[in-house]
Structures are given as C-alpha cells and as structure tokens.
C-alpha cells in the first residue's frame, strides 16, 4: 500500500515537473482555442449567409410586387385606352362586349358576372396567400363567407 502511494505521488511529481508533460498541455490548449475560434468564424459565417439569403428573398418579393403591379396597371391602361377608342364597351372579366354603357351597366349587376368576379377575387387572395405576401388576418377576412347580401368590387372601366 505505501509502494502504491508512492508510486502515485512520483507520477504526479513527474507530470508537474516533465517537459513532454507540460508540451502536450500546451499543444491541447492551443488546440482548444483554435476550435474555439473556427466554431465562432462558421456562426458568422452562417449568420452573413442567411442575412444575405433574407435580403435576396426580400428584394425577389419587391421585384415580384413591382411586377404584378406594372402588370395591373398595364391591363388597366389598355382597357381604358381600348374603351375611349372605340364606341363599344368590354367586360374583360367575362369577355363579353357592349354596344351601350347602360348595356354594360346591366351587366356588372348581373349575377354571372358578379360571382365571376368574386372567384377572382379568392384566387387573387389565395396565390397572395400561397406567396406569403398577403397579412394573416387580410387572409382571415377573405376567406370569411359572406353574411346576407354579398358586396363585389367592381372596376368602372368606363371612366
């Protein structure tokens, strides 16, 4: 039992005072804090790459909405400009054309085009849902049945 105490206290007087001792702690501490230092360089690394990820999927979004927008306005012009050319007026909606602006008038209130409409409207809202674009609760209210009498926008073309 003595030899064995003895035997210990020779191995830690040995690995306090050795020169390979002491160099192998180094090298392992150096090692640690060269892990240490890679681990942080990849978390920046990681958070650039996603920060930049954010900023492309958020100028993708402006650039979609930009479009859609020139698109919408394009439609618009061409109705009005085709419109005040011509003595005829066109539902683009249902593809139908007019001799009268009272004939087109009867036509936004009938029931054809006005559920028509109302099935573009939901398709709209649905690919704004799809594409993550349109507000929770603008979503919550378009998807909402109507109560009573339903209310349909309708676009005056004429004007």
């Given at each position: 039992r003595d030899f064995n105490e003895q035997v210990r206290s020779l191995v830690s007087h040995i690995r306090k005072k050795d020169p390979r001792v002491l160099a192998?702690?180094?090298?392992?501490?150096?090692l640690d804090e060269a892990r240490v230092v890679a681990e942080k360089k990849r978390a920046t690394e990681q958070r650039r790459k996603r920060a930049e990820e954010i900023a492309m999927?958020?100028?993708?979004?402006?650039?979609?909405?930009?479009?859609?927008?020139?698109?919408?306005?394009?439609?618009?012009?061409?109705?009005?400009?085709?419109?005040?050319?011509?003595?005829?007026?066109?539902?683009?909606?249902?593809?139908?054309?007019?001799?009268?602006?009272?004939?087109m008038k009867q036509h936004e209130k009938s029931k054809k085009h006005r559920e028509k409409l109302a099935e573009l409207q939901e398709e709209f809202a649905e690919e704004l849902d799809e594409a993550g674009l349109m507000k929770q609760e603008e979503s919550e209210v378009?998807?909402?049945?109507?109560?009573?009498?339903?209310?349909?926008?309708c676009v005056d073309t004429t004007a």
């Open positions: 192998q702690r180094e090298r392992q501490r150096e999927l958020a100028e993708q979004e402006k650039e979609m909405l930009a479009a859609h927008d020139e698109a919408v306005a394009d439609l618009m012009g061409d109705l009005s400009d085709s419109e005040e050319d011509e003595d005829t007026f066109h539902c683009p909606l249902c593809r139908k054309t007019f001799k009268s602006e009272k004939m378009a998807q909402q049945p109507a109560r009573g009498k339903k209310k349909v926008l």
